[in-house]
């Protein structure tokens, strides 16, 4: 599976959007995208994943570039409830097991 | 919603203890795994099953064996428990990859302490 890199940290207002980059320059084109975060002491929380197009849903929305080497998480309102650690995970459809690298600790303040 | 419920948030053992660490899901779901994560070490895959009575070993699997006699339940066994088995375990299920690129959902975790 390919390697993700990510900001180690980021802080954002309560209210606004967040938008959580990664690269994934080495991903291969069978590869998905996902993304989860881990709210402290709790399992980790899927959020959304893509291929190659745009992916939305109620709890964020996943931006891909075209030639798929980076995306963004956007999270539209955070809320103090945002505040954990988001992983951006590029795996093959057809993988068994997901790696979790560093992540950013996203902070939403008020 | 997915609900991957695991039987116990926190535990605590004596070394050489047999534990036994059960997970269920109620998505009908054919794969189940059960995960470490620890500081430093992110997350390292024990065991995973597609089907019931079928598991797989992950990357660590030594000192670990499971058992999966019901589509729904998934249950992860420390034969002989020991103080480096202390950690956060997670069980997680998803659909079959055969449905696309289903994504795995997670339970709340086992905090165990091996003492």
């Known amino acids: 599976d390919a390697k993700t890199t990510q900001p180690p940290s980021m802080d954002c207002a309560e209210g606004r959007a967040a938008n959580l980059p990664c690269n994934h320059s080495?991903?291969?084109?069978?590869?998905?995208v996902y993304w989860y975060r881990q709210i402290h002491s709790q399992g980790p929380q899927y959020i959304i994943h893509g291929l190659k197009n745009n992916e939305t849903n109620e709890m964020a929305s996943l931006i891909i570039t075209e030639d798929r080497k980076s995306s963004t998480l956007i999270l539209p309102h955070a809320t103090l409830r945002d505040t954990a650690v988001y992983y951006c995970?590029?795996?093959?459809?057809?993988?068994?097991?997901?790696?979790f690298g560093g992540g950013t600790r996203v902070l939403v303040k008020p | 919603d997915v609900k991957v419920t695991q039987s116990s948030r926190y535990l605590v053992k004596r070394t050489g203890e047999k534990v036994f660490l059960e997970c269920v899901q109620d998505?009908?779901?054919?794969?189940m795994f059960w995960y470490r994560q620890d500081p430093g070490l992110g997350l390292r895959l024990i065991y995973f099953?597609?089907?019931?009575?079928?598991?797989e070993k992950g990357d660590i699997p030594e000192g670990y064996s499971v058992s999966r006699e019901k589509k729904e339940r998934f249950s992860l066994i420390l034969e002989s428990a020991s103080t480096n088995q202390t950690s956060m375990y997670l069980c997680?299920?998803?659909?079959?990859?055969?449905?696309?690129?289903?994504?795995?959902?997670f339970g709340d975790g086992t905090r165990l302490s091996i003492l």
């Open positions: 995970i590029v795996k093959w459809a057809a993988g068994n097991k997901l790696t």
């Open positions: 998505m009908d779901h054919e794969n």
């Open positions: 099953s597609y089907d019931v009575k079928m598991k």
């Open positions: 997680a299920s998803s659909l079959s990859e055969g449905r696309s690129s289903q994504p795995q959902h």
């Open positions: 080495t991903i291969s084109g069978n590869e998905y």
